[in-house]
């Protein structure tokens, strides 16, 4: 698979939180040139990526990001708040602490809530896959799936580890047939892109991805 066959699968990614607006509009511009699938911008800059791109291409926003253990009357807020700002996509972090206490219930709860609060827009739910059992995994791909989000995600990548081929494959096995798969964290070559890819991956988050297609021009 060659990078211009991944390039419009990618969220071209900047959640650094000292990224500045300058940093912001010259991702929009970037991913804009190079056809990526969204812009994946911490929340404060949607407004204005969203004025800036002129619907050239949707933007992706965070909440209850990195940590996912704020209220989840402030992830509604959160998200809600996104979607009034432009937002067409919402990644969401599930609480990573109710899922080590089996509180699963309570997880799909949460996500169904978000899911209402956007609405028709695109919500995927990062479980931080590096911090769990298989078996929470497992569990997981059962509240996504319940809740009605519209992708699961690997990571943040703001923790101990990314995106692997065996979560991606794992993921395809037990989510329902309506949800898709997002790898994200440590996907920086064509190569590990392609395989997650082909492992059941329908979008990848990243920002290396668009370098090496400015460096190779």
């Not at 994200?184 to 990243?206: K, Q």
Request: hydrophobic fraction near 45%; glycine fraction near 8%; charge should be negative.
């Amino acid at each position: 698979m060659e990078l211009r066959e991944i390039l419009p699968l990618v969220d071209h990614t900047e959640l650094n939180p000292a990224a500045t607006w300058e940093d912001v509009r010259t991702l929009c511009d970037d991913a804009a040139r190079f056809g990526t699938a969204t812009v994946c911008i911490p929340p404060c800059y949607v407004k204005q990526a969203a004025a800036y791109l002129e619907g050239r291409l949707p933007v992706c926003t965070v909440i209850g990001f990195p940590h996912g253990n704020s209220a989840t009357a402030a992830k509604v807020n959160e998200a809600a708040q996104a979607v009034a700002d432009g937002a067409a996509e919402v990644d969401m972090v599930i609480n990573i602490g109710w899922a080590k206490d089996g509180r699963f219930a309570d997880i799909t709860a949460e996500i169904a809530t978000i899911k209402q609060a956007v609405g028709d827009k695109c919500l995927k739910v990062i479980i931080e896959a590096c911090r769990l059992t298989d078996e929470e995994k497992v569990a997981l791909c059962r509240c996504v799936t319940e809740a009605g989000a519209d992708f699961i995600k690997t990571s943040t990548g703001f923790s101990a580890g990314g995106a692997t081929a065996e979560d991606i494959r794992l993921f395809a096995a037990h989510v329902g047939p309506a949800v898709k798969i997002k790898a994200a964290g440590g996907i920086r070559t064509v190569a590990f892109a392609a395989e997650l890819i082909a492992c059941g991956a329908h979008r990848i988050g990243a920002s290396a991805l668009v370098k090496l297609a400015k460096e190779n021009k």
